[in-house]
């Protein structure tokens, strides 16, 4: 039997499906959209059926997937850490010393990361990310326009 609750309000809440939607911080929409023209978006090498390749963050989804356009094709995308195939998107992240990193989740201010060529941070760690500049053992710069 569902349980639901009303706080005042004559809509019943679902509290099943209210446990269950637990996203996070959102990504700033600032990050999303077309990476052509500059800017703080997020460049992301995503697969939406024709191939993989190089496109940007339309709509945040969830904490590992995503609303990407790929050279006018869009998809819901699910993150994950190595190559993409279809329906899958990769985000690349660097440190101060030009390591790289893969995300395998994030959120508005966090990630957590896959070490690729980077030594500052392990496989599993929870780590800050910016679009700006990495600092040594302490954040990682995240690829954009």
Not at 62 to 70: E, I, L, T
Not at 98 to 115: D, H, L, N, Q
Request: some cysteine; charged content about 20%; aromatic content about 6%.
């Amino acid at each position: 039997m569902r349980q639901y609750a009303s706080y005042g309000d004559p809509n019943p809440v679902d509290l099943e499906r209210q446990r269950r939607n637990k996203m996070g911080r959102p990504i700033n929409k600032r990050n999303f959209g077309d990476t052509s023209g500059g800017g703080q978006q997020i460049q992301v090498t995503a697969d939406t059926g024709g191939g993989s390749g190089a496109g940007f963050i339309v709509k945040q989804k969830g904490s590992k997937r995503f609303s990407v356009d790929r050279s006018g094709t869009v998809g819901i995308c699910k993150l994950v850490t190595g190559a993409p195939s279809s329906g899958e998107m990769r985000i690349t992240l660097a440190d101060s010393a030009a390591g790289t990193y893969f995300a395998s989740k994030i959120s508005g201010r966090t990630c957590t990361v896959e070490a690729g060529t980077g030594t500052q941070f392990s496989t599993g760690d929870k780590v800050a990310w910016n679009t700006t500049g990495a600092v040594v053992n302490e954040s990682i710069e995240i690829t954009n326009a």
